[in-house]
């Protein structure tokens, strides 16, 4: 458990959400089979430390009884001026829960500001019934001004939410000893999985396949097509090494620094068991003198600061890249792999394999660590004070959170894309999802509504499904995920709310914003130095800086809370460097 104080800012990742509404243009299942008939879904069966006021008295004696099927409307708000609205009810996937909770949604968004608008909101007192928010410094001021509701009344009445979240995961959100958040892509388990090591394969052949197993054959193997192969069949110039799009080089760390066995959580690490900045450490120093080396060596495109997503997929579609560091999930919004394939019939980005993350240094496979998330996910939906009937909204949330409410939002209701279910009780698709028309697929609203997504019964179902198809027709993405990302994921709780009592305004807080800033701004100067003996006085006095900025009062708050977490939950740092 958590107070007021010590919940985590955490910035939403706007690729994650957009990801979420784009992921309808790019399916990635298909089938086609026979089986028994399944359920009918046609007929609905209708079914901080600071002290905050508690506002469960004012709002448990709601009009709502657990009985109550009357029709229902109330308002959501998203607190992000680029969320995407669609209407409720008017898809078939929204259609079927409106039916089934007799409930009618009425969205609304900040045009511009979103924080502006929020502020607004919460001074007036004129609150929508539910908002879908980060966690963070708002969220905590609304819960202290008593402005949102707790969910432990409504979880007494409907466990559903109670029955799939982790106990330890309710422990982690709550503030003040209550839960008062629904969490988005909350989890138990450690699947899925994102960026990679990819090579265009028509390159990889012309050099005759070469072992990609370490860190040291990549770099091999980008310097043999910095000298064959600087131009594509196209006459295009190519990049040996092509990273995701990224100004301050946190993706090239990513790439780097995990091959070389380290784990960092932004710009800061556990070194000697204790949270420390980044900088500290004289593997993550090694590891950016590397990057400095491929830069110096010509394998780093010169742009790679200061390329957006879009010039980077520019490139990406016309194969002007040896190797590749990206986001493999991606192909499903960009199709940045499909593009390339249609283009260039008979070549493709693969994977690198056996290790996704070649390993340095001599380090065993077993000694890297892959990537990680936490079970509390980053944001969620509140329910507030003004709702009336705040247990029909719990209600439909928690929903989510069932095997039924996956199939319904992956799929649709019976009756549309699938009419039966196979002896597994996976549903059979009359059409194959990537041959879905964009209008179909706005029609039917699948994949559309993750509010609030669970990534364990998606992951489960979708890989159950990607796993019955001939192998030709599998997704390649969904592939990756289950059979190579997944067993090298790992999932941990140990490095949330560190900086939850650092606000923005306090003297640590300012410092704190000050030194990442200033890494954000020097770091790639120091990968981009001329010689190494530069980029390590760069590197230098990038720590300097942070000590000289009272970096130390960050690292200690953070690290406390770090220390708490890991006597309460333990740590998953358990093999390679941080073996004990």
């Given amino acids: 458990m958590i107070s007021a104080k010590n919940l985590e800012v955490k910035e939403m990742k706007k690729s994650r959400l957009v990801c979420l509404t784009a992921i309808v243009l790019a399916a990635v299942l298909m089938f086609a089979a026979c089986g028994k008939s399944g359920p009918d879904q046609k007929s609905p069966d209708g079914t901080g430390k600071a002290k905050t006021k508690d506002s469960t008295d004012a709002k448990t004696k709601d009009n709502t009884e657990e009985e109550d099927v009357t029709p229902y409307t109330y308002t959501h708000y998203y607190n992000y001026d680029w969320w995407n609205l669609k209407e409720w009810g008017k898809d078939e996937v929204s259609k079927y829960m ?9 969205f609304s968004k900040p045009d511009t500001d979103a924080q502006a608008k929020l502020n607004t909101m919460i001074a007036s007192g004129d609150l929508p019934d539910s908002i879908f928010m980060d966690r963070n410094q708002d969220y905590l001021k609304m819960i202290e001004l008593g402005l949102l509701q707790p969910l432990e009344p409504y979880m007494e009445k409907n466990p559903t939410l109670e029955q799939n979240l982790l106990e330890s995961t309710r422990e982690m959100l709550k503030v003040d000893g209550k839960l008062y958040i629904i969490p988005q892509w909350a989890r138990s388990d450690h699947t899925g999985g994102n960026m990679a090591w990819m090579y265009v394969d028509s390159i990889y052949k012309k050099l005759g396949s070469p072992r990609l197993e370490t860190f040291d054959d990549l770099y091999q193997y980008a310097c043999r097509v910095r000298d064959e192969v600087p131009k594509t069949a196209d006459g295009l110039s190519v990049t040996p090494v092509q990273f995701a799009e990224g100004g301050d080089g946190g993706v090239l760390l990513d790439a780097f620094y995990r091959s070389y066995g380290g784990v960092r959580n932004g710009w800061y690490t556990v070194l000697d068991g204790k949270y420390q900045l980044l900088f500290r450490d004289p593997l993550f120093k090694e590891a950016v003198l590397e990057i400095n080396r491929w830069w110096r060596d010509g394998l780093i495109s010169e742009t790679q600061f200061t390329d957006s997503g879009d010039q980077v997929l520019e490139k990406m579609v016309a194969g002007r890249n040896g190797l590749l560091f990206y986001d493999q999930s991606k192909d499903d919004t ?3 792999r499909k593009i390339y394939m249609q283009n260039h019939p008979g070549d493709s980005y693969e994977m690198v394999l056996p ?14 660590y892959g990537e990680w998330s936490n079970t509390v996910g980053g944001s969620g939906i509140v329910i507030t004070t003004k709702a009336e009937k705040p247990q029909r909204i719990f209600d439909l949330r928690s929903f989510f959170f069932t095997p039924e409410a996956a199939q319904l939002l992956m799929y649709g209701p019976q009756g549309h894309l699938w009419d039966e279910l196979d002896e597994n009780g996976l549903p059979i698709l009359k059409k194959a999802e990537n041959e879905l028309t964009a209008d179909e697929v706005n029609a039917l609203g699948v994949w559309f509504w993750m509010e609030p997504g669970f990534a364990d019964s998606i992951d489960k179902l979708k890989y159950a499904m990607n796993e019955k198809m001939p192998p030709d ?6 592939s990756n995920q289950a059979n190579l990302q997944t067993p090298i994921k790992w999932i941990t709780d140990e490095f949330v709310g560190l900086t939850d009592d650092i606000k923005p305004t306090d003297p640590a807080g300012i410092n704190r914003t ?24 760069m590197f230098d006095d990038i720590l300097k800086f942070a000590d000289d900025n009272g970096i130390a009062a960050v690292e200690e708050k953070a690290g406390a809370v770090y220390q708490a977490n890991v006597d309460k939950i333990g740590t998953e740092l358990k093999k390679g460097r941080y073996a004990k």
Avoid: H, R
Wanted: glycine share 4%; no cysteine.
């Fill in 98 to 106: 409106q039916k089934k909770f007799n409930i009618n949604i009425e």
């Fill in 334 to 336: 960009n199709k940045f």
């Fill in 473 to 478: 027709k599998q997704s390649w993405i969904v």
């Fill in 514 to 537: 000050l030194v990442e800033e200033y890494i954000g701004e020097q770091l790639p100067k120091a990968i981009m130095a001329n010689s190494k003996e530069k980029a390590e006085t």
């Fill in 355 to 368: 290790n996704l993350f070649p390993p340095a240094k001599g380090l065993s496979p077993n000694d890297i």
